[in-house]
């Protein structure tokens, strides 16, 4: 894999799969904090150990409770007298940890430099990539958060070896979402893809590697253009407005990604009906759902409603989608996100079904 | 009093005293929310009929108590359902409402426009100025915040009328900072205000309306060419490592720029004794205090150990202080900031007496 250089306001970082520029970073800091959580606890002692510089371990639970301000304030309050400006943070693990982690580390002292070490799927094509920081409100999800750059993104496929098969799928969710939004070559390659002969042999294939390579291509390219999210980079929200309010709705116990590959059928499904959707690429993504065994809603549809109305992009009455035409293809190109009525989004049940 | 136009990375914004600018701010958002304290509710109100547009007011409790991420999290889970991004805030208070306000404002939805309306002297000559946000931890102040620009900053005089006289002198303790970093001539002027005049009459004269305008102009000055603190910028904190630990010993209940006034007596006896100050400005300031009826510090010095130590700016056991040679000219325009080991701090305790 290339290395993907990202330019942000205050300069580049790099994505890569070379150690070395996570230890030059260790180098120029008084002192290195890395966050895992007990699931990536021994990745985060591996890389501790290669880069044999003054440090601190913390180790938080894991899961989507943690994401609070709660576990922010108990960070600030622990390491605000550990650490110092000059200090440095390396966050070990997936979305939770590097959302989360990446929004301390700004917070502190007005933001200290951290870097990036995605351990699952889901991390490595998507949260670890754009600067996006987050936590958890009672209100919903990822609902306050700043944007902010890591100095540097490590990626190591070994780490995946040890993800548990709803984690890989979780990933997989939001590796058809790019491969969607990119073009119908990525898009069929990806919904093609072999992932449970990857579980079973845990061997990454030049295939899957380069499926995640074009995943962080892609959203590289779409937040290098638009990193605050004026206008382009709504697109990366395909299938996120109906998967947030899922989430939500099942209070985070099912996986961002798995949510994420629901919702894009559920949009496709509803852009289909209001006659934006001109693809067949809505019931193709439902089959390789259900193909994967992976259980659909089983509420009320109705149910999601307040969820969506609480969804941050939501202005007033209208509830914010992006819609393609089909893969590779924008609705609506000047607009990006499209404006539905809520009263319409659910105005015939059976579309969804 | 002419417009002051800040540049900022997003484009660029107003210090002005003509209201049109925060009501054209207002006019185009789909709601304003009004934050201000019990202090501040009158001004607020006043505010809040001028723009005569769709708007919530939120009175939280004056003192710093209330700069805590209680109040954060309060008012993202409060506000997170009845504002959305299009939404704007307004900040109708001192440093205290700025600083939280502007934090809450860029958290909520990883940012939500805001527009400063200072009411303190403390909070038109120095904090609604130059984009820092902040909140107090346990160990400290303003250990945890972002950097993040207001969408402009409306300046009325008449706001003043109505603040304490110990309010009063904390901007004016602020505002003789900002004239020492600037220049001899500004520092006399600033030294020989009658500010007991203006408390009695409530008339603002060309001379004082003129002292504010060049505080503003000078950090404007200052935070333009260094936004995020990397050089230029620590002048400012020029009286500030001592104030701080001041403050925390006296757990805040001393205005913040009292603090600074004592501050700036404290570091330049500090310098002229290690040889760095070469001006007889820190009794003059010392003097000034006194006269006013301002207490002194009635603690021992190494009581402030522990808090020096903690201030966000130290690295390892040295201490950073912004030393002037004399009243606009600073010892060191290479670092700025100097070293000082911890024990040579207080090497001897008459330097301070």
């Known amino acids: 894999m290339q290395d993907i250089r990202v330019k942000v306001d205050s300069g580049s970082y790099l994505i890569t799969q070379n150690l070395n520029d996570l230890k030059s970073f260790a180098k120029q800091k008084s002192k290195v904090l890395l966050i895992c959580d007990s699931n990536t606890k021994q990745h985060a002692l591996t890389i501790q150990n290669d880069l044999n510089c003054e440090s601190l371990l913390e180790v938080l639970s894991p899961g989507e409770d943690t994401k609070s301000f709660t576990s922010i304030v108990y960070l600030l309050e622990k390491y605000s007298s550990q650490l110092n400006r000059a200090s440095g943070v390396v966050l070990v693990g997936g979305g939770m940890i590097g959302d989360l982690g990446a929004l301390f580390s700004s917070l ?46 490590f990626i190591n496929f070994n780490f995946l070896k040890t993800l548990p098969w709803i984690e890989l799928l ?58 605050f999210e004026k206008g382009l980079r709504k697109v990366l929200n395909l299938g996120h407005t109906m998967s947030h309010a899922i989430e939500s709705y099942y209070k985070y116990k099912i996986p961002h990604g798995v949510c994420v590959f629901y919702g894009l059928f559920l949009e496709g499904a509803l852009g289909k009906h209001l006659g934006y959707v001109d ?21 009320k ?19 914010q989608f992006a819609f393609l035409k089909k893969p590779g293809v924008l609705y609506d190109l000047q607009k990006i996100s499209t404006s539905v009525q809520l009263e319409k989004v659910f105005e015939k049940e059976e579309i969804f079904s």
Do not use: H
């Open 279 to 299: 693809s067949n690429y809505p019931l193709e993504v439902l089959d390789k759902f259900r193909q994967l065994g992976l259980d659909e809603f089983d509420g």
């Open 108 to 153: 502190l002292f007005r933001g200290i430099d951290f870097y990036m070490v995605p351990t699952t799927l889901l991390s490595m094509v998507d949260s670890s990539i754009g600067g996006k920081t987050a936590v958890n409100l009672k209100t919903g999800k990822n609902l306050a958060g700043v944007f902010s750059s890591p100095k540097g993104v």
């Open 301 to 319: 549809w109705r149910d999601l409603e307040s969820w969506l109305k609480v969804d941050k992009k939501n202005f007033d009455a209208t509830i």
């Open 170 to 227: 979780s990933g997989y969710g939001e590796l058809i979402k790019s491969a969607l939004i990119d073009s119908e070559a990525f898009y069929q390659k990806a919904l093609n893809l072999d992932l449970k002969g990857y579980f079973e042999s845990k061997e990454v294939s030049d295939e899957f590697s380069t499926l995640v390579y074009k995943a962080m291509l892609l959203k590289k390219n779409v937040v290098q253009e638009d990193p």
